[in-house]
């Protein structure tokens, strides 16, 4: 059955850095998301589970993926204050300072600004990845590589670069990208100008996408120089920016969390989609394949991972499944689980709950997760 550890871990790895000290990765971890009840809830969502059953949770195989990519010291996250303790827990190699605490929920809009200014306070030169703390990759080294050579773009440009992923069936939970691929960049022809960013389409209109070649995924991950993203803000989003510019004296002072508790509420709630994406000129995807998934469903992660011969996926020491197709079961803390007769089945434990659900019902999750 399926081997999680060894596909997940294998592209990781473990000896110190060889990336550059102007190399910095941000990623958010701030989202509440139960939808993995009852693996994940309010008080510990799916960031911080370890949902493909590998002995690490989402965020520390996010962190992982950029071992060689940018040193320890160069890493930040930006969470919950709720949650600061479990990046902590979870994430022990990252200095606390790199911890930032958000006092209320902003959007991305925010989240970044504030790491932004506070990175180019230490090093005006960095260079920055952000990206989302719960999505999984398959292929890590193609996902190294694909963010080498975007921090290479970026480094001596203006540029702000996104990664597209190229879509493999028509999906109405992500927005699309709709890249100009008659004109590659001059320095890396992987890489395109935006036409435009699309919002969530329906079924019809996912079809209409994937018949084209130049629509991709939006995965939410982020390239650009620190000086790019802060003069983004000052020209398109200046009620995002200016407030943490104002308050660049007391970055890295015993003031600064304090300040910051008064300032971000003070912010609106925006993607950094809508509020430098979609604005911005100097706008290239990078068009990637390595196995990406925002995980958003129990059925997201049954179409991302392996899968027996009728099509089942089984994470727990010893699952069984006879004459049932199209299952995802997760029961790691379970001894022996068996299965049997069920089409289209999620069965899920943890901490003493059990959830045995219909794939096609799992919407109705969060009634039970929020209970």
């Given at each position: 059955m399926f081997s999680a550890k060894k596909r997940y871990l294998s592209g990781v790895k473990s000896n110190k850095t060889m990336g550059t000290t102007d190399n910095h990765?941000?990623?958010?971890?701030?989202?509440?998301?139960?939808?993995f009840w009852p693996m994940s809830t309010k008080d510990k969502p799916k960031q911080f589970i370890d949902v493909l059953g590998c002995g690490r949770t989402l965020i520390q195989l996010t962190a992982d993926r950029f071992k060689d990519i940018c040193p320890v010291e160069n890493v930040w996250v930006v969470t919950s204050e709720k949650y600061a303790d479990l990046v902590h827990e979870q994430l022990p190699e990252i200095p606390l300072d790199n911890i930032l605490r958000e006092p209320c929920r902003r959007n991305t809009a925010p989240c970044i600004a504030y790491v932004s200014w506070k990175i180019k306070m230490r090093n005006p030169q960095a260079n920055m990845v952000v990206t989302p703390s719960d999505h999984v990759v398959m292929d890590v080294k193609e996902f190294q590589r694909v963010v080498r050579l975007a921090l290479a773009f970026t480094?001596?440009?203006?540029?702000?670069?996104?990664?597209?992923?190229?879509?493999?069936?028509?999906?109405?939970?992500?927005?699309?990208?709709?890249?100009?691929?008659?004109?590659?960049?001059?320095?890396?022809?992987?890489?395109?100008?935006?036409?435009?960013?699309?919002?969530?389409?329906?079924?019809?209109?996912a079809r209409e996408y994937i018949k084209m070649n130049n629509y991709f995924w939006n995965a939410g991950i982020f390239v650009w120089n620190v000086s790019t993203i802060v003069n983004a803000f000052r020209i398109y989003a200046p009620e995002v920016g200016q407030p943490f510019e104002d308050i660049q004296r007391v970055y890295y002072t015993p003031q600064e969390q304090e300040t910051?508790?008064?300032?971000?509420?003070?912010?609106?709630?925006?993607?950094?989609?809508?509020?430098?994406?979609?604005?911005?000129?100097?706008?290239?995807?990078f068009p990637a394949s390595f196995g990406w998934s925002d995980l958003g469903t129990w059925g997201s992660l049954h179409q991302q991972l392996e899968k027996d011969l009728s099509s089942n996926v089984a994470i727990g020491p010893d699952v069984i499944l006879y004459e049932s197709r199209n299952c995802i079961v997760h029961t790691v803390g379970e001894k022996k689980v068996v299965i049997i007769g069920l089409d289209?089945?999620?069965?899920?434990?943890?901490?003493?709950?059990?959830?045995?659900c219909k794939m096609s019902d799992e919407?109705?999750?969060?009634?039970?997760?929020?209970g």
């Open positions: 990765v941000v990623i958010m971890a701030g989202g509440i998301g139960s939808r480094a001596g440009s203006d540029a702000v670069v996104t990664l597209g992923m190229k879509p493999t069936r028509p999906e109405t939970g992500y927005g699309y990208i709709q890249a100009d691929l008659r004109n590659a960049a001059v320095s890396n022809k992987e890489i395109f100008r935006v036409d435009s960013f699309k919002e969530k389409p329906d079924i019809e209109r910051v508790n008064k300032v971000f509420p003070q912010c609106p709630n925006i993607s950094v989609d809508y509020a430098i994406m979609e604005k911005a000129d100097e706008i290239f995807v289209g089945y999620i069965v899920a434990e943890e901490g003493g709950q059990l959830l045995v919407q109705r999750i969060k009634e039970f997760s929020e």
